[in-house]
């Protein structure tokens, strides 16, 4: 039922376990183009919203599958459904961005594992980056090396660790 802030918050958690988090890819996840990921530990602070007046009466429902994991809400005036077939997105953050974030599309004519994207650099060329999947700094791909050029350093991540490692 919506409160009278006009909205509800929600996840789930296996086992009621934050560590087995099942969640949106993007906080606030509303539009059903938005991805069920988890369970894992990567779901802090993100969270599904439901809007509407106050009383609203909402059914949420979850269900896993051994190839899938669906998540849905419904109310009078219609359902959402998401679901965890969609594909991780990556983008590109970092000072040439100003903190922003440009996403990378896959490849044309490669598998779903190259993504791509053309940035514009800001300062002099000295900008840095990271890759991040689903808009979600916790879950960084960084060199690990800070400041890294190309080539030196292995690849680490995704993961929450990378704050100070760049490319």
């Known amino acids: 039922r919506i409160g009278i802030q006009g909205f509800e918050e929600f996840q ?14 993007e906080q606030h996840g509303g539009s059903s183009a938005v991805a069920v990921r988890g369970p894992d ?24 599958n051994p190839s899938v ?12 459904t998401w679901s965890s077939h969609s594909p991780r997105q ?18 044309v004519g490669a598998d779903d ?11 002099q060329g000295e900008d840095e980056f990271q890759i991040v999947a689903d808009r ?9 090396l800070p400041m890294c ?7 680490q991540g995704p993961d929450a660790r990378g704050h100070g490692l760049s490319w």
């Open 41 to 64: 530990p990567q779901g802090s602070g993100k969270v599904w919203r439901l809007e509407g007046p106050a009383g609203e009466e909402w059914t949420v429902q979850l269900e896993v």
């Open 149 to 155: 050029d190309q080539l030196i350093s292995q690849t």
């Open 90 to 107: 990556y983008f590109i953050t970092g000072t040439l961005l100003r903190g922003g974030f440009q996403k990378m599309y896959p490849q």
């Open 12 to 25: 789930f958690q296996r086992d009621a376990d934050v560590l087995q988090a099942i969640y949106p890819s």
């Open 69 to 80: 994991i669906l998540a849905s809400a419904a109310s009078e005036r219609g359902t959402i």
């Open 136 to 144: 979600d700094t916790n879950q960084a791909i960084y060199p690990e």
């Open 113 to 123: 594992h190259k993504h791509v994207c053309v940035v514009q650099m800001c300062n």
